[in-house]
Nanobody
Framework: QVQLVESGGGLVQAGGSLRLSCAAS????????MGWFRQAPGQEREFVAA????????LYADSVKGRSTISRENAKNTVYLQMNSLKPEDAAVYYC???????????????????WGQGTQVTVSS
């Protein structure tokens, strides 16, 4: 069983930055592809960013490309999402997710992930 715990959310002004963290349990974190998703009230969960277990492959949603960076520290069982130039439309609950298949790939669909965190709220004031 893998547990994922997100942190780093909060209230930020438009144009500001946040770094979200996701700490994972389990000794095989280094073999998990990881992703970030977000969900705003009344909307479906949407893909934000993903990285392969090696970190060598990354993928971003068009809405955050150029403003966000996903990275991971396998020694710390942690994946990060650095978000810059935040906009009010970035406000949502952000979730991290893990795929335990072992493929060194990136995934953008929620059903491709096995484990989910509880989420961290990001609020952006205009």
């Amino acid at each position: 069983q893998v547990q994922l715990v997100e942190s780093g959310g909060g209230l930020v002004q438009a144009g500001g930055s946040l770094r979200l963290s996701c700490a994972a349990s389990g000794r095989t974190f280094s073999r998990y592809a990881m992703g970030w998703f977000r969900q705003a009230p009344g909307q479906e969960r949407e893909f934000v960013a993903a990285c392969s277990w090696s970190g060598g492959r990354t993928l971003y949603a068009d809405s955050v490309k150029g403003r966000s960076t996903i990275s991971r520290e396998n020694a710390k069982n942690t994946v990060y999402l650095q978000m810059n130039s935040l906009k009010p439309e970035d406000a949502a609950v952000y979730y991290c997710a893990a795929d335990s298949s072992g493929y060194n790939y990136v995934y953008s669909r929620p059903y491709e992930y096995d484990y989910w965190g509880q989420g961290t709220q990001v609020t952006v004031s205009s």
